[in-house]
């Protein structure tokens, strides 16, 4: 069974700041994705970023990107500049690549307060 | 492109009952995922179809149970309510290959009391 873990159960950040999320997870698979979603107040969960474990090279989109590390089961998210909209609760999600089916493996997620 | 669509986004019920839950998923989407969200136990996979089978289920009880229809709008169902089944359930849509990107609607907050 695979384990998601988020340490951090809050930051705050102001804006225009950086703001580095931490997560990592337990697993004996192989070939994995691993996603960062973000829950805002309207309680839609939005992808934020996913990355492929067999890729070395970090996924970025605009402001946001992560640091992988597959040996040490890591996966941080950065946020950069940050805004008022970032506001949100942020949950780190893995997936293995066979017989996963729409099921993703969550972390208690981790709310960030973006801060004027 | 329209999301995907959760019916009702808030629903009030008493021990005992049961309630049906829809999503409609984003057109094109043949798989669709439900999850249970509880301050105390964070989010939980409940089952996923495809095609109108279920391909995948998680660790709920049979009380917890679901469909597809041939238009790939889903349908959840939760029988002989408990305290504990109050939620927030989400469901998300996907093409059906496997680790591809799920696309969340708003969810339906349930209320059991």
């Known amino acids: 069974a695979q384990t998601v873990t988020q340490s951090q159960p809050e930051m705050s950040v102001q804006e225009a700041e950086t703001v580095t999320l931490s997560c990592t997870y337990d697993t004996s698979e192989n070939n994995y994705y691993l996603f960062w979603y973000k829950q805002p107040p309207s309680r839609q969960m939005i992808l934020v970023i996913r990355?492929?474990?067999?890729?070395?090279q970090n996924a970025t989109e605009n402001r946001f990107s992560v640091n992988f590390q597959k040996a040490a089961k890591s996966f941080s998210l950065k946020i950069s500049d940050s805004q008022l909209g970032d506001t949100a609760m942020y949950f780190c999600?893995?997936?293995?690549?066979?017989?996963?089916?729409?099921?993703?493996?969550f972390g208690a997620g981790t709310q960030v307060v973006v801060t004027p | 492109k329209a999301g995907v669509t959760q019916t009702p986004r808030y629903l009030i019920k008493t021990r005992g009952q049961q309630v049906t839950l829809s999503c409609s998923p984003i057109s094109g989407h043949r798989s669709v995922s439900w999850y249970q969200q509880t301050p105390g136990q964070g989010l939980q996979f409940l089952f996923e179809?495809?095609?109108?089978?279920?391909?995948n289920k998680g660790n709920f009880p049979g009380r917890f149970s679901g469909r597809q229809f041939s238009n790939s709008r889903s349908e959840m169902n939760v029988s002989t309510l408990e305290l504990g089944d109050s939620a927030l359930y989400l469901c998300a849509s996907s093409l059906g290959q496997a680790t591809e990107k799920l696309f969340f609607g708003s969810g339906t907050q349930l209320s059991v009391l």
């Open positions: 999600a893995f997936m293995p690549t066979t017989d996963s089916w729409g099921k993703l493996q």
């Open positions: 179809y495809f095609s109108e089978t279920q391909r």
């Open positions: 990355q492929e474990a067999y890729k070395q």
